[in-house]
T-cell receptor
Framework: GAVVSQHPSRVICKSGTSVKIECRSLDFQATTMFWYRQFPKQSLMLMATSNEGSKATYEQGVEKDKFLINHASLTLSTLTVTSAHPEDSSFYIC?????????????FGQGTRLTVV | KNEVEQSPQNLTAQEGEFITINCSYSVGISALHWLQQHPGGGIVSLFMLSSGKKKHGRLIATINIQEKHSSLHITASHPRDSAVYICAVSKSSNYKLTFGKGTLLTVNP
């Protein structure tokens, strides 16, 4: 399968600062990337869907001004958590689809553990 | 009721045992995924299937579309199989993934 690289794997930041998480497709062109959030012992929850070159589509209840998503190229999408607060501490994962793969195939990044202190 | 239900939530086995994890769903799907999440958090896609059965090494996944049910089997389980196994369905309406809560598998030596 395809390779999706997510960086950083762990980040600790101070309350009020912003954090950027990168998601890269290494060997295919990702026309669509998905950002998920996972609370402890909970399912992954879709936050937003981003298509290259257009604005992201956010799921209900997700603040678009707080979670800024940019998908400027076919291999890179970024999620920026702005003015982070302790309640934003969570595990964030991206997935990507595109290239020669079918729409139902999903390739996941390694995830980013965000801790806001 | 969740659209994707997994059972059991937790499973402890002895090394060498045959493991079965079940997944039921209630929506129309284009595909079902079995994912593995290790304690560090990274997710690995194990299988994607829309019918029948797939096998990869000691792992076997089956799906019954009529009954809206899938099973993941692990033969000759090993401590390194210890992880959370997640069932996810790709909805036929929009291809978005909906996830089960996962099954925490612990295989003791």
């Amino acid at each position: 399968g395809a390779v999706v690289s997510q960086h950083p794997s762990r980040v600790i930041c101070k309350s009020g600062t912003s954090v950027k998480i990168e998601c890269r497709s290494l060997d295919f062109q990702a026309t669509t990337m998905f950002w998920y959030r996972q609370f402890p012992k909970q399912s992954l929850m879709l936050m937003a869907t981003s298509n290259e070159g257009s604005k992201a589509t956010y799921e209900q209840g997700v603040e678009k001004d707080k979670f800024l998503i940019n998908h400027a190229s076919l291999t890179l999408s970024t999620l920026t958590v702005t003015s982070a607060h302790p309640e934003d501490s969570s595990f964030y994962i991206c997935s990507a689809r595109g290239g020669d793969y079918s729409d139902t195939e999903a390739f996941f990044g390694q995830g980013t553990r965000l801790t806001v202190v | 009721k969740n659209e994707v239900e997994q059972s059991p939530q937790n499973l402890t086995a002895q090394e060498g045992e045959f493991i079965t994890i079940n997944c039921s769903y209630s929506v129309g799907i284009s595909a079902l995924h079995w994912l593995q999440q290790h304690p560090g958090g990274g997710i690995v896609s194990l299988f994607m299937l829309s019918s029948g059965k797939k096998k990869h090494g000691r792992l076997i996944a089956t799906i019954n579309i009529q009954e809206k049910h899938s099973s993941l089997h692990i033969t000759a389980s090993h401590p390194r199989d210890s992880a959370v196994y997640i069932c996810a369905v790709s909805k036929s309406s929009n291809y978005k993934l909906t996830f089960g809560k996962g099954t925490l598998l612990t295989v003791n030596p």
